[in-house]
Structure formats: C-alpha cells, structure tokens
C-alpha cells in the first residue's frame, strides 16, 4: 500500500500525492550584479512543504497539527486552490485538479472552499455583508438577484447570524461575529470541502467553543467534509476523526485522533502531546518541544527532526524515513520503528 492510500479503499473528496511547494526569492537588479562581481549571493528557497501525501475521505474530518512555520497553511491553501504546487498532484474526488478545464474546473473551485485565520483581514472593510456572503454565489448563478436577500437571510441564520445584520460593514462586529460572516460567506457558494486554517485561533476562548460547536453542526447538517489546520492540540482532538502530524514541510504521523492521542509513535508527536495538560496529571510539569524549528531555508539532512529529537542516531542524520504504516491505520516516518 502506497503512502497516500492511508485510510482504505474508495475514492477520497481530496487526495495530495506527493505534493512540493518551493517559494524562491529571486535576486533583484543589484543581487544580480554583486554576483556578476563575484559576491557569493544566491537565491533563496523556502521548502515549504516536501512531498506530502494525505487523503480525506468524504464526511471525514482531518486535524492538521504542526507548529508555525511547519507548512501546514501552505498545504491548505494549495488544496485550496490558492497556490499551485510546485510538484505534485492534488485530486479532487479522484480527478487532478491541474487538469481540469472549463465548467469543471470552476466547479471543483467552488465545492473546495477555504476559512482564514484573521476574520477582518480576509473580510473587505468596505463591503456589506450582504455583498461579501452575495457576491460569490451571484456570480456564479447559484441563485439570482431576485432571490439573493431571502436566500443571504437563510445563510446568515445558518451560522449564527441575525439576517437584519446584512446591511452593516465588518467593523461592526465583533470577532466571533466577522468569523461567522466569513463562514456564511464560504457556505454561500455550496461547497463540498472547507479547509479551516486556524479559523478559531484568533478568538477569544468563549468564542472559540462556540464556532467550534457551529463546525460540528454545519458537518452534520451540510455533509461537509473538513482539512481543519490547528496548533491547538486539544481542539483538534475534539472535532477530528484522524490527526496528521507535520513537521517542517513533511508528514510525519498519522493515525486515528482516539489512538494518536493514546499511543503516538513519532518522537515529536510524542514532545506534542507531553506538553498539553491533562486533568489526570495535574502535578506534572509541562514543556514544549526542546529547541526551536529550523529554518525552511536550510532544512537538516535526513529526518527534519533529528535536531530536537532524544532518540537520534547517526542513520537519522543521513537518511529520510519513510512514512509506513507501523499499525492498522496508524502511520509514521521514524528509524526507530526499524528496529
């Protein structure tokens, strides 16, 4: 079995096989010049992510965890159809969204839709709400300008929202309230897929239960299926079937949420969880993760984590361990498991 076929057979709603994205800093007119001259100036190139392959199932529901800087919004936004891979390819229910065209290509676009982080940086200040959620599926021709209010109306209940709020900007509202609007704003056009990146991380924690809980419900009513990106372990084990681990551009494990949190296997899986407080060890003393990431720019040889981890040996500097399934349904890229 391959390692993007790791949760069984059937057709998955998103597949990534083993998907690049490389940002280059090109060198500008003076760069160019000193290393004309002979300065040792170079392009840099950021690895954001390294040939990942994951696969959601349609109604599944998949944490992405890593910390800052790992990749994991890059491979968002890539499965979101906001950046292009470098190498790779992503499917959509089975078909490489590269090579789709026309109408297709347009409705794999809309079923595929994305909720940010920052809910008034993704929000246009100097729009209404009523064309920020309107504008999309009126474009597209989901509904028509004589029924766009009462069907916006229907929408904004739908997550929360009272519809008499349409005609105000967002910086009326408050910040669970602008996540809402950018949630209704997804909905709107129908989709299939929502990719969540960090979409409750900005709230305050009253807030973050609340459209936690409104995910879960839209999930239930909708048949949505969700990539929902998080550093926040606890909130991902609440409201995901499986986790996938990422560490600085690469998959490291994956493994149903219940036995990835009971028994995880990768070392930095294992830092992760060592750190996040549980009621039963209350007298323990929690750490985060020794050391810091490295740079993207400059990514160690062989296991990315071998920097940081307890466990390394000299194999761990020289050569990339495979993701493999150590356990039904339970992968992971250690030397370790060789033994």
Known sequence: MSQAEQTGAGVPAIETDAVSKRFVNTLDLAARIARRLGADVVEEVVHAVDRVSIRVERGEVVGLVGESGCGKSTLGRMVAGILKPSDGVIRYKGRDLAALEGREARQAALAVQMIFQDPFASLNPRMRVADIVGEAPLYHGIVGRAELSDYLDEVLRRVGLDPAFKRR??????????????????????????????????????????????????????????????????????ISDRVVIMYLGRIVEAAATEALFAEPNHPYTQALLAGVPRLDLRRRVYEPVKGEIPSPLAPPPGCHFHPRCPHAMARCRQEVPALREITPGCWSACHLNDG
């Open 169 to 238: 900007y967002p910086h009326q509202f408050s910040g669970g309230q602008r996540q809402r609007i950018g949630i209704a704003r997804a909905l709107a056009v129908k989709p299939e897929f929502l990719v969540c990146d960090e979409a409750i991380a900005a709230l305050d924690v009253s807030i973050q239960a609340q459209v936690l809980n409104l995910f879960m419900d839209l999930r239930q009513d909708l048949d949505l299926t969700y990539l929902f990106i998080s550093h926040d372990l606890s909130v991902v084990e609440h």
